[in-house]
């Protein structure tokens, strides 16, 4: 009887280990890691950049199927800093793309991921320009995405950290959760917006925008609105609000966002109005950026004041630790010249 025993345990076991072997091989053929990531890398190169994993990503089937990706470095093509490194990354894909539909990611989750603005920033001034004359497609993703312990850094210097990032479904007529945590100069920020992008042929509009940002017991903005994108600076927003600073009262907010035409360059109006604060500003977005992205560069040439028009009078501001008090701006060509410079009018005050 102990030998029947042990021949009918010998053959479960190898049952077993075959079932095994089997489910391994099929996880493997059915994934295909080396397939999914040549496809991830040939999009990046696509975009001017280079995606490497320092180990082949691994394939899981249950609960779900998904591929793990290791040691991951994105970076622009001939740049010397990488523009992402993440520790993990897992990509979950649904059953039908495994047998042969088409590939659409259900998640995707990314584990400490360490992003370096001044090569993004490289990386994007150097895109050429494109014309919007085909559909546009939303990138889906039908799950969402997680992102965790991440940080965003200039050089030496980390601007943002503990960044936790989850969003929703990214589907063209669906609303659009996403949710931002993140440690922004040793305090938490929390930034959540909800919306409903939707293509229209060539023409990307989001509608029902709901802006929740707030940093907590200090301040609270709240804005809704709706955007309008055709392509380059061809943009268009209108976001209203209200801005609360504990302690220091409540503010009424707009932002009207119009797009370049032949005369003027995309433009951002900014009115604020509440005690002691009032601005009225016209700020070129894309110039500004320029002008900003400067600031820190040694062989920069010498700034001038920053691009835009109008007025604002702060009665108190705080900015990175320096406290201002009766703060006067006017910019623009109709600001009177200092006596410093009565030949030729200042750009700004």
Do not use: C
Request: net charge negative; charged share 15%; no cysteine.
């Amino acid at each position: 009887m102990s030998r029947r025993l042990r021949l009918v345990a010998m053959v479960l076991g190898g049952v077993v280990v075959a079932a095994t072997l089997t489910v391994v091989a099929a996880v493997y053929l059915l994934l295909q890691p080396d397939r999914f990531t040549a496809m991830l890398q040939s999009q990046a190169r696509a975009a001017g950049l280079e995606l490497n994993l320092s180990s082949p990503a691994s394939p899981g089937l249950f609960p779900q199927p998904a591929l793990d990706l290791r040691g991951i470095t994105l970076s622009a093509k001939g740049a010397s800093a990488p523009i992402l490194l993440a520790a993990r990354g897992r990509l979950v894909l649904p059953w039908h793309t495994l047998f042969g539909g088409p590939t659409v990611i259900s998640q995707l989750e990314i584990d400490s991921p360490r992003v370096d603005l001044d090569a993004l920033q490289a990386w994007m001034a150097a895109l050429p320009a494109q014309e919007s004359e085909g559909p546009l497609d939303i990138p889906r993703i039908d799950t969402g995405v997680e992102i965790t312990r991440g940080s965003v850094v200039r050089g030496n210097e980390v601007l943002m950290d503990n960044v936790s990032i989850r969003a929703g479904n990214l589907v063209s007529g669906q609303p659009f959760p996403l949710s931002v945590n993140a440690t922004v100069a040793g305090k938490p920020w929390r930034l959540q917006l909800a919306a409903t992008p939707r293509i229209e042929g060539n023409a990307l509009r989001v509608d029902d925008i709901n802006l929740h940002l707030s940093q907590e017991q200090a301040v609270a903005l709240a804005m809704h609105g709706r955007a309008h994108w055709h392509g380059a600076a061809d943009a268009a927003a209108s976001l209203a609000g209200k801005l609360d600073r504990t302690g220091g009262g409540q503010y009424d907010l707009s932002l009207v966002l119009t797009p370049a035409n032949q005369d003027n360059p995309l433009l951002l109006a900014l009115k604020l109005d509440g005690p002691g604060n009032h601005a009225d500003l016209r700020l070129p977005p894309l110039a500004l950026a320029r002008w900003w992205g400067r600031l820190g560069d040694p062989q920069a040439p010498q700034l001038g004041v920053p691009p835009g028009s109008g007025h604002a009078e702060f009665d108190s501001i705080d900015v990175g630790g320096v406290h201002v008090e009766g703060l006067t701006l006017q910019a623009g060509d109709n600001v009177p010249a200092t006596a410093s410079s009565s030949a030729t009018p200042a750009a700004a005050k």
